[in-house]
């Protein structure tokens, strides 16, 4: 029997009109976005942009990405200490800009991690078959995804907790690299074949830039999804504990420790790896740099311990993603803008049917590895990318207008728990750059597609409020 539309507001009522709980502390917070930011980007990926740009122009291209990613999450620390809900980016639009940019940005941010969710389990499946070929990709694939379920479903705590313990297995993989790297450039430990230039000389061995100049700019795509994720501890201010204290916290030091670990990281192969091995091509583990960099210096069964820490970084990721996706879905739920039910929270505070629906949500990415893998990933790769740009750039504006209003209504910078420094430079500068890189994606042929495919997703979100939600909001 179906219950009435009365039950169902009643249960509603009873279940979800009670904040999501505030279990998330500094840490949790901090290696949060370290682990949505440290991925395959930066232990397959990060040999690619140098191999296109050199050493230097890799160097310049991280930091220049650092800068950005700083001014727009310094954006995000005085809105998301202003107003901590959970999916905060759209609550921002929705109040900021417009109701219906608002709606846009939170589906947006619910498709890039949804659409990348299904690949995150398929390629940690494949790893898992690289050492165990005989057991069905699917078989992981069902393990993984139960599993991240499980976290995601449990508590906030056990989810902030599972979440902690990913991301840490990266991060101690990323600085034992850099340590290691800097004892082999110094010659304090045996390097393979010694031929390599003491020091820092193979920088610049082939000259400063030896492709020019613009493959620094047109790198920046690959090297701003690098510093994606750090959005996420916008999208936890809701279940936050003291948000006016940790959000900031939390924000300056994650931004610092990823520009120290990319740059850091950066520094190392260029320095131990010629800039054209730098990016040896092709996605699998081998070819990663950290892969050969291990081997050179002697640590055994490095392609081993690099396959496991890339699992471990695809199973973070999902993780996160389905937190944020989830959360997104609570909240457009929360304003009425989907049906109640979305919002129903479990016993232990988490929002269940946003988090079964998301499940459901992944399945198109599961099937990337039968339909033609390189083509869905590649695009779902621009679109994760696109997504996250057009994301980043709707936290500036936001904060522009929310800062813009401050000051009319006759507040002062003074009166804000936390404001970012250097108004209105800072969000115009982050707004213009991350606009700058979404043409970037335009100009490349191979995201081309992905680009449109977005362009089509956001009219369709506007088309969609403005026929459904125009006069209920």
Known sequence: MQPSDNQLDAHQHQNSTAPLKRAMSTRHLVMLSLGGAIGTGLFLGSGEVISQTGAIGAIIAYILGGAIAYMVMLCLGELAVHMPVSGSFGAYAKKYISPS???????????????????EFTAAALLMQEWFPHIS?????????????????????????????????KVITVIAFIVLGLLAIFGLIPFHGSQTAPLFSNLTAQGWFPHGLIPIFTTMLIVNFAFSGTELIGVAAGETKDPAQNVPKAINA??????????????VISALLPFQLAGLGGESVSSSPFVTVFNYIGIPYADDIIRFVIITALLSAANSGLYAASRMMWSLSEQK???????????????????????????????????????????????????MVIVWMSICLSQFNFRRQWYKSGHTVKDLQYAAPLFPIVPILGFIFCFITCLSMAADPEMRAGFVGCLIFTALCYVSYFIFYRNKV
């Open 337 to 387: 803008l989907l049906p109640s039910v979305f919002a129903t929270l479990s016993k232990s505070g988490t929002p269940i049917v946003a988090l079964v629906v998301t499940m459901f949500g992944a399945i198109p990415g599961l099937l990337s590895e039968q339909f033609a893998p390189e083509t869905i990933f590649k695009n779902l790769l621009g679109v994760a990318a696109f997504t």
């Open 101 to 119: 940019t608002g709606y846009m940005i939170s589906w947006m941010y619910w498709l890039t991690w949804t659409a990348t969710l299904g690949t």
């Open 137 to 169: 990709m699917w078989i992981w694939t069902i393990v993984f995804a139960i599993t991240i379920f499980g976290l995601n479903i449990s508590s906030t705590r056990i989810f902030a907790e599972s979440e902690f313990w990913l991301a840490l297995v």
């Open 254 to 267: 994650a931004i610092w420790r990823l520009l120290i670990f990319f740059v850091g990281t950066i520094i």
